[in-house]
C-alpha cells in the first residue's frame, strides 16, 4: 500500500483551518504537523492529536515533510515565507496580488530550482481555476474577448489588506460585479469595460481606538493594487457589527470568453464559482495542487511552477486508468 503524502501546514488562520477540514476529506493525504507564529499551545486543531508546532521549528522539519502548504497572506506574509520555505520544502501557495506574479515567481524559482525543490505558486480560484479557463476559453475561440467578474462575496487577500491599514482594528471588503456590464457581457457584445465598470468595492472598518476616520479611508481607497482603481465605499461599523454581520466568508464569480468562430456564429464559454467559504474552497484547491507537487517532485521536475504547468490528471487521488475510463 502506498504510504499517504505527508502534508504540513505553515500559518493557521482561515485559510490553514480550510486545509485542516479538506485533508479530511483525502485519504491519499496524512496531516503531520501544523506550524504558527502564535504561541503553539494556544491554538486547537481541528482533529485531536494533530502536532502543533512553532514556525522557527520548520527547519528541522524536512524530513517528516513531503508538502509544505503556505497559508500566509499575500500582502506581506508570503513574499518572505515563499522563496525562504521554497529552498528547503516542496511548497503550495496561494500569492494572488496578480500584478506582482512574475516577480514572485522568479524569487520563488530562484531558491527552489537550485536545492532540488518544487513549488507551485498561486494556486486559488483566482489566481488558479478562473486562470485555467482565461487561458481555456482564448485557446478555443482565438477571436474574441475575455471578461472576469468576481463575487460578490468577501475577498480573504483584500480583507487582509485593510487589517493591515494604520488605525483599521478589524474590517472586510466585498467585491461586488455591476450588473449593466455582466448582461452586457452575457449578450455577446463585447463591450469595452474598464477595471472601474467592472466592479466595485464594498469596506466595512472597526476603526482603532483614537484613529482618524478620514485618514484610514483616504489609505484605503488609494492602495494601490487593491483599491486605487475602484469605485470603494468606506463604511465604518463597530466590533460587535463586524461579528455579527460580517462572519461568513461567502465568494465566487465567473469567467466569459465570448467569441466568433465563423461570420454570424457567435460563441460564449462561461465558468461559474459559488462559494459558501472562499476559504475552504482556495484551501481545497491547494490540497489537490499539494498532490500535484508531490507528483512532480517524485518525477524529479524541480523550480517554481503555476497551474498552467500541472495536468490535471495530476490533481486527482485516482489513477490515469481510472480516469481514462470513468472520466474521460
Not at 27 to 42: K, N
Request: aromatic fraction near 8%; proline fraction near 6%.
Amino acid at each position: 500500500m502506498t504510504s499517504p503524502i505527508r502534508i504540513a501546514i505553515a500559518g493557521h488562520g482561515n485559510l490553514g483551518r480550510g486545509v485542516e477540514a479538506a485533508l479530511t476529506r483525502n485519504a491519499d493525504m496524512q496531516l503531520v504537523g501544523i506550524y504558527t507564529r502564535r504561541p503553539p499551545a494556544q491554538l486547537q486543531p481541528l482533529a485531536a492529536g494533530t502536532p502543533v508546532h512553532g514556525m522557527d521549528a520548520l527547519a528541522g522539519h524536512a524530513d517528516r515533510i513531503d508538502v509544505l502548504i503556505l497559508c500566509g497572506g499575500s500582502k506581506e506574509d508570503l513574499p518572505q515565507q515563499g522563496p525562504a520555505l521554497a529552498a528547503r520544502f516542496n511548497t503550495v501557495d496561494s500569492f494572488d496580488t496578480h500584478a506582482q506574479i512574475p516577480a514572485y515567481f522568479a524569487a520563488v524559482d530562484a531558491a527552489a530550482a537550485p536545492n532540488r525543490r518544487t513549488a507551485l505558486i498561486s494556486a486559488g480560484w483566482d489566481p488558479g481555476m478562473f486562470s485555467i479557463n482565461r487561458v481555456l476559453g482564448e485557446a478555443l475561440l482565438p477571436e474574441g474577448a475575455t471578461y472576469t467578474f468576481w463575487g460578490k462575496g468577501l475577498s480573504q487577500g483584500h480583507s487582509d489588506a485593510i487589517r493591515r491599514v494604520p488605525g483599521v482594528a478589524g474590517g472586510v471588503q466585498y467585491t461586488v460585479p455591476v450588473p449593466t456590464a455582466v448582461e452586457q457581457v452575457r449578450s455577446g457584445t463585447r463591450p469595452t469595460l474598464t477595471t472601474r465598470q467592472k466592479h466595485t468595492r464594498e469596506c466595512f472598518v472597526v476603526l482603532a481606538e483614537g484613529a482618524d476616520a478620514d485618514t484610514v479611508r483616504r489609505a484605503i481607497v488609494s492602495m494601490p493594487h487593491y483599491f486605487d482603481e475602484y469605485d470603494t465605499t468606506v463604511t465604518f461599523i463597530s466590533a460587535d457589527e463586524l461579528r455579527r454581520d460580517h462572519g461568513a466568508m461567502p465568494h465566487g464569480g465567473f469567467v466569459i470568453r465570448s467569441g466568433s468562430t465563423s461570420a454570424g456564429s457567435g460563441q460564449v464559454i462561461e465558468y461559474g464559482l459559488k462559494l459558501d467559504s472562499n476559504p475552504e474552497f482556495t484551501a481545497s484547491v491547494l490540497v489537490a495542487y499539494a498532490r500535484a507537487v508531490h507528483r512532480l517532485h517524485q518525477q524529479g521536475r524541480f523550480g517554481a511552477f503555476t497551474v498552467f504547468d500541472v495536468a490535471p490528471g495530476l490533481l486527482s487521488p485516482k489513477s490515469a486508468a481510472e480516469l481514462r475510463a470513468e472520466s474521460l
